[in-house]
């Protein structure tokens, strides 16, 4: 009986094996977030009298989520430092939005779509271990107007585009001036405006 023993070449080996592996798809890169936030004081009882401040490069954090069936929108500014001041606003919208379709108007109203909360908080590191704030929020009775316009959902990358500008009128007190148990000064009423713009904010 006659035995034929069969050798298959290394590269046909080689060729077989690699042909089985399962090549990984390259990862997305996606574009990094920006955001710009300005912040207007008016004081309604003085003449030509405001406090602007724009941040942008200053811009520490912008992220979103939802939080008790709102989607929210968040901007961070400043420094954490002492010596130093940093913003925050939060913009709130029904989160039935995510599934429909996030890229539209929203205006204060009870008329879908609606801009449900606006969040405005400042804060001074006085130092290390000491740090005064204020909160200015609709939640707890402070009347808003304007609107978050979200121009663009890439709903496949997760990722929104827009602007917003929001103003609260005749706020009793400066809510960047430290006034704890101060009495109310009639100087210190004023319009505050926080407008921005906001782009390629990844959805969590």
């Known amino acids: 009986m006659t035995y034929k023993h069969f050798v298959l070449p290394l590269c046909a080996i080689m060729l077989l094996v690699s042909s089985c592996r399962k090549?990984?798809?390259?990862?997305?890169?996606?574009?990094?977030p920006e955001a710009n936030l300005?912040?207007?004081?008016?004081?309604?009882?003085?003449?030509?009298v405001e406090k602007n401040i724009s941040y942008g490069a200053s811009v520490t954090k912008i992220s979103s989520g939802v939080v008790e069936g709102?989607?929210?929108?968040?901007?961070?500014?400043?420094?954490?430092?002492?010596?130093?001041?940093?913003?925050?606003?939060?913009?709130?919208?029904?989160?039935?939005?995510?599934?429909?379709?996030l890229a539209k108007g929203y205006t204060f109203g009870q008329a879908e779509p609606a801009l449900k909360r606006v969040f405005y908080s400042f804060s001074f590191n006085e130092s290390a271990t000491a740090?005064?704030?204020?909160i200015t929020d609709s939640k707890f009775g402070?009347?808003?107007?304007?609107?978050?316009?979200?121009?663009?959902?890439?709903?496949?990358?997760?990722?929104?585009?827009?602007?917003?500008?929001v103003k609260a009128r005749r706020l009793?007190?400066?809510?960047?001036?430290?006034?704890?148990?101060?009495?109310?000064?009639?100087?210190n009423q004023c319009d505050l405006m926080l407008t921005g713009t906001f782009k390629n904010v990844k959805l969590l």
């Open 70 to 101: 709102n989607f929210f929108l968040h901007v961070e500014a400043g420094e954490t430092t002492p010596g130093k001041s940093a913003e925050s606003v939060r913009l709130y919208i029904n989160a039935s939005h995510l599934a429909t379709g």
């Open 38 to 48: 300005i912040r207007n004081l008016v004081f309604t009882n003085l003449t030509n």
């Open 142 to 165: 402070v009347v808003f107007e304007g609107l978050l316009n979200i121009t663009s959902h890439d709903v496949k990358n997760k990722l929104i585009s827009g602007v917003f500008e």
């Open 172 to 187: 009793l007190n400066d809510p960047t001036v430290k006034s704890i148990a101060a009495p109310i000064d009639p100087a």
């Open 23 to 32: 090549e990984k798809p390259a990862a997305v890169q996606l574009p990094s």
């Open 131 to 134: 740090t005064w704030g204020s």
